[in-house]
């Protein structure tokens, strides 16, 4: 197999547990009443949060929501 070909279905799999981990713990932040939804807007991730809409990069949103659950468990 190609090395370009393999390379690229590493990222697709790697891309795939990241937006599984990221909303698994949107949906644990909004089980906990921490949020009121979670999910991608116009290439960014949301979180309502407080009446606002935050977005930021997916990687962002991980750290936010990590910390924000870590905060009250």
């Known amino acids: 197999m190609d090395e370009d070909i393999i390379r690229q279905k590493l990222n697709q799999e790697l891309d795939a547990i990241s937006i599984n ?3 698994q713990l949107g949906n644990q932040a909004v089980q ?3 949020i009121a939804g979670h999910g991608y807007h116009k290439g960014k991730y949301e979180i309502l949060r407080q ?3 935050l977005l930021m990069s997916p990687d962002e949103a991980q750290t936010y929501l990590e ?3 870590q905060d009250v468990t």
Do not use: M, P, R, S
Request: hydrophobic content about 50%.
């Open 32 to 34: 906990l009443g921490l």
């Open 51 to 53: 009446g606002e809409a």
């Open 21 to 23: 981990k990221l909303t």
């Open 67 to 69: 910390k924000l659950i």
